[in-house]
């Protein structure tokens, strides 16, 4: 039996989808004979045509993740997405080895293991990009005889 106008009249009246709609199999004849809106209205009140529930999508799996994330996992190089300068850039990087060198300069002037000539030679090098990390800077100076 072709119920089409009915399921797309009750889906119009319970305002839901056409795929929501369900038919008491043993009514079907009653429903088949209902071609109007108040029959088919009749028919819902009755009960022989009604709304399926919503179907929900789990969260199950999302939680599961989020929850290894918190612990730290997922977090090998297949999840890595963008270049190595995208996630952390070049710029950050030369900010905090220049800060870490020029502190370092500092502390060695003020406790005088290097004189200001020594500092300013040292800090100009520093900021050309000389050094790449504090130990190296200070390798130099020892190997260059520019400590005290």
């Known amino acids: 039996m072709n119920l089409t106008t009915q399921k797309r009249l009750a889906a ?3 305002k839901v989808g056409v795929n929501r709609i369900w038919i008491d199999p043993e009514r079907i004849d009653e429903v088949s004979r209902a071609i109007t809106r108040d029959s088919v209205k009749q028919l819902i009140k009755d009960g022989a045509i ?10 199950y799996r999302s939680k599961k993740i989020a929850q290894q994330k918190k612990k730290g996992r ?10 190595k300068g995208a996630r952390r850039p070049k710029k950050d990087e030369w900010m905090t080895t220049i800060r870490a060198l020029r502190k370092d300069l500092k502390e060695m ?6 004189n200001k000539s020594t500092y300013r030679k040292l800090y100009k090098m520093a900021k ?3 050094f790449k990390s ?15």
Do not use: C, V
């Open 134 to 148: 504090k130990s190296y800077m200070k390798t130099y100076a020892r190997d260059h005889d520019m400590l005290r």
């Open 50 to 59: 009604k709304a399926k529930p919503k179907k929900g999508i789990s969260s």
């Open 128 to 130: 050309g990009g000389a």
């Open 74 to 83: 997922r977090r090998g190089p297949g999840s890595i997405k963008g270049a």
């Open 109 to 114: 002037r003020d406790n005088r293991e290097i």
């Open 12 to 14: 119009d009246i319970l």
